[in-house]
């Protein structure tokens, strides 16, 4: 077995996690392929099976015949070699912007994790061929749009087939730039495709596995950072931290949720006496938080089931049996369980905005914030009357909100029937974990004006009870956050501190709730 270390991600067939690809992403771990005999003589058995039964004129779908509807073409002996390099040509036909550099390189693991099951039929060559791409950060520039979830994400990988073989254009170095250049100059050979190896790289779900890989990490960490924002609002605004009873969560058995009103319990300091001006009942925003982000926290172990399956998996088509000679047809490259898992992602995490954006109603507003200055203004004197506070701010976030919400309509409910009705029913998997994505930068911009918000509500709130006794633990996070966010005293655009800071969430800045 391939000794691991723990500055890289290796790829030999055993099962990896969606910390392995986003590390991979991030570029804070490096791909190495397996160099174990055994391994790679495990691989090198499928690509022989297939050269026997050709040379025993064996008819295998998408080697020794046409694409899809057209399975019952065959193709003549001598065009044969030609074929794979006829399926990425055609599916050039990608639209819209292109996946991110930290997209595309989790991509190229996550195809590189199902080709190294050893069910593809590929060569070792091929294998080798990605962990260059990804060793060297070379980089197929891959259009996000034009894929439907079977048979796969043909359209997009057919970009990395393409680059694979020395064809397109990669973003190497900064810089967009042909790929058989960039390979000529790393002196990396282009890749002639072995009979099976062009359905091998683009029948699978990799770019919609490869991206919920990155929504999941972006999740978890939203769910750690509204639970204590949430904590720094219900101080703030002079909630009731009893809210968070252990004895009262004990009564609904959800581990989720009982996990988030024991970080906040915990955040609060709860077991001290209720302040005199707490109210019995804080609003729902407030009070039921762990019932919201629970949610969330609930679900995140059920998607990370769903999504490291698919990654570890054997999903493109036949699979290659080279133990037991056999070439298996069936539909592996269908994204079902991703489409679920980015459907419903995206609908807890946009009521995660939805539940900030109402607490910063809360606090804007001094019929409900218990005494702070209206729209969390922090001018004084003669200057408070042409000071505005966080007005504008709060309609961002309703207007972020909004937008969040409305991109929770499932995408797999949208199924069509595409290519001479041979992909009849598909799993709009890409569009899905695209949404997903797509809804969490949304939710992170809430997130971003709400650590804004949510550090102004505690200084205001200090400034004016200076004497007020502050749990340990959000003393220590307002005094990050103050070190990270000016107090907005005079207007000022936070246009600027809204980009930090988001960039700081997904760099996940504040260490929140380790276990």
């Known amino acids: 077995m391939t000794t691991r270390d723990t500055n890289s991600v290796c790829f030999d067939g055993q099962r990896l996690s969606i910390e392995d690809i986003t590390a991979l992403a991030a570029q804070t771990r490096a791909a190495t392929l397996s160099t174990d005999a055994n391994f790679r003589a495990r691989i090198s058995r499928g690509a022989d099976f297939l050269d026997r039964l050709l040379a025993e004129d064996g008819v ?103 680059v694979l073989c020395g064809e397109r254009d990669v973003w190497y170095r900064g810089e967009r730039r042909p790929a058989a250049a960039v390979l000529a100059e790393l002196g990396i050979q282009p890749l002639r495709l072995r009979p099976k190896e062009g359905l091998a790289i683009m029948n699978g779900t990799a770019v919609m596995t490869a991206l919920a890989c990155l929504a999941w990490q972006r999740a978890d960490y939203v769910c750690r950072l509204a639970t204590r924002l949430t904590a720094l609002n219900v101080f703030a605004s002079a909630g009731n931290a009893h809210h968070f009873d252990a004895d009262l969560f004990a009564v609904k058995p959800h581990a989720g949720m009982q996990n988030i009103a024991a970080r906040l319990r915990a955040d609060l300091a709860s077991d001290r006496p209720a302040r005199n001006e707490q109210r019995l009942q804080d609003r729902y925003s407030l009070r039921c938080a762990p019932h919201v982000i629970g949610v969330l926290e609930d679900t995140l172990p059920f998607f990370r089931t769903l999504i490291e399956n698919e990654l570890n998996s054997a999903n493109d088509n036949p699979i290659i049996d080279a133990e037991e000679e056999r070439v298996l047809h069936g539909g592996h490259f269908y994204g079902g369980h991703i489409a679920f898992a980015m459907d419903s992602m995206k609908n807890v995490v946009a009521n995660i905005a939805d539940l900030l954006d109402r607490q910063l109603a809360l606090l804007v507003d001094t019929r409900f914030n218990h005494g702070l200055p209206a729209n969390l203004s922090g001018a004084t004197g003669s200057r408070a009357a042409i000071n505005h506070g966080l007005k504008a701010l709060q309609i961002s976030v309703s207007a972020w909100t909004a937008e969040a919400l409305k991109l929770t309509m499932p995408a797999s409910v949208f199924s069509r029937s595409t290519e001479c009705h041979n992909q009849d029913k598909v799993s709009m998997g890409t569009i899905s974990a695209r949404d997903c994505l797509r809804a969490l930068e949304l939710v992170e911009q809430v997130v971003a004006a709400m650590l804004i918000s949510a550090r102004q509500a505690f200084a205001l709130r200090l400034r004016q009870e200076p004497n007020l006794a502050v749990p340990d633990v959000l003393a220590e996070m307002h005094a990050r956050l103050a070190e990270d966010i000016e107090l907005v005293v005079e207007d000022r655009a936070l246009d600027a501190d809204l980009q930090r800071l988001i960039h700081l969430i997904q760099q996940r800045h504040w260490s929140l709730y380790e276990a």
Request: some cysteine.
């Open 60 to 162: 295998i779908y998408g080697v020794t015949t046409g694409y899809g509807d057209s399975c019952t073409v065959v193709i003549p002996p001598e065009l044969i070699a030609e074929l794979p390099h006829r399926l990425y040509t055609y599916h050039g036909c990608g639209a819209g912007r292109f996946l991110t550099p930290e997209e595309t390189r989790a991509v190229l693991a996550t195809r590189l994790c199902s080709l190294s099951q050893g069910y593809s039929g590929v060569s070792v060559g091929l294998l080798v061929q990605i962990e260059q791409l990804i060793r060297h950060d070379v980089l197929p520039l891959i259009p996000a749009e034009g894929s439907v979830g079977a048979s796969g994400d043909l359209t997009p990988l057919s970009y990395v087939a393409a």
